[in-house]
């Protein structure tokens, strides 16, 4: 009977005193997450670390932080605004100390890794006009260069990591190398790409987003004597001429690597290709008047690469 007794007792023991026990030890933390914006800062940038919960009310918490030997304490703290320090060859690590209404305390951390460095880009292997100073903007199915800008090279990286649009993309020119050559294609709209920089333990990362532009035909004059006038760009109309014009239509962002279809027209009647496609020169008319130019410009294996010029020539 005792033996029977004594079962008993433990039994009501577990069922009204093990369930407590078990809840102080294996209570579930609730998930809080940490961040910082900008998320990937420069040496000496102010940032703002916030800790963000859907399952607790951290109005209710007490919350410290520190970071690089500063530090803010109180009731609903969620955020902290800090500054990364100069050197930038060194990780940082913001903390976070929570304690939550009922006792339960929780730390959160995120590394920051201050680097001085950009992204630049532009279209290569396009068609531009001589001694054009200008960004190369890339239009459509164009072949583009994505690279890195680091002062004196201080980031001193290892390896880089790219990605386009979402996908990992892998340097033609290895890894090593602080850019990335590739053509966009008719389907992509835009180009998001992102690059990690990797320097030992230490890593890096920025983005950027590629718009793109139209394709476009600029006239120049071009006199026989003295050639390409480069200050000269023709626009909608044209007085004063010679008894021979010569126009050279010049479009920019073509890929060069491709051949052009060249049509032109004068007065809404199509001109014959002369020796060079992109040159047209013609009489003067006998009388005053207008005459209309147009000339199209495709690129033959590609969807976007198609622009018209026109212009309103007066004599």
């Known amino acids: 009977m005792r033996f029977y007794s004594s079962i ?15 809840a102080q030890n294996f209570t579930n933390e609730p998930n809080i997450t940490i961040g910082i914006d900008p998320k990937d800062p420069e040496p000496g940038e102010s940032i703002t670390a916030t800790l963000t919960s859907y399952e607790t009310n951290l109005d209710l918490a007490r919350i410290t932080w520190s ?5 803010k304490s109180g009731y609903g703290e969620a955020q902290f ?3 990364t320090g100069n050197d930038e060859t060194k990780s940082e690590v913001i903390i976070a100390t929570i304690i939550l209404s009922d006792g339960q305390q929780i730390q959160k951390q995120i590394i920051v890794n201050p680097a001085s460095f950009d992204i630049t880009w532009e279209a290569i292997n396009t068609k531009y006009p001589p001694y054009y100073k200008g960004k190369k903007l890339p239009i459509r199915e164009n072949s583009i260069r994505v ?42 709209k835009k180009e998001v790409i992102d690059v990690t920089i990797v320097n030992k333990e230490k890593s890096s990362s920025r983005n950027i987003t590629i718009p793109f532009t139209n394709p476009k035909i600029i006239f120049y004059e071009y006199n026989p ?11 909608d109309s044209v007085l ?3 008894n021979i014009i010569s126009i050279l239509a010049i479009p920019m962002g073509y890929n060069n690597l491709s051949k052009n279809l060249i049509n032109w ?3 809404n009647t199509s001109v014959a290709n002369q020796k060079n496609p992109y040159l047209l020169s013609f009489g003067a008319p006998d009388e005053k008047g207008k005459v209309n130019l147009s000339v199209n410009i495709e690129n033959a294996k590609t969807l976007y690469q198609e622009a018209r010029g026109v212009l309103e020539l007066i004599f």
């Open 265 to 267: 027209e004068l007065s």
């Open 8 to 22: 008993l007792i433990i039994v009501l023991f577990l069922v009204f005193c093990v369930p407590n026990v078990f």
């Open 67 to 71: 970071h690089n030997g500063k530090t």
């Open 81 to 83: 605004v800090t500054k």
């Open 225 to 235: 004597l003295n050639g390409l006038n480069l200050g000269n760009i023709i626009t």
């Open 147 to 188: 690279a890195i800008i680091s002062p004196n090279n201080t980031m001193g990286a290892t390896s880089y990591t790219w990605t386009r649009n979402g996908s990992n993309i892998k340097n033609k020119a290895g890894n090593t190398k602080p850019y990335i050559d590739f053509t966009n294609t008719e389907i992509d």
């Open 240 to 242: 004063g001429y010679e």
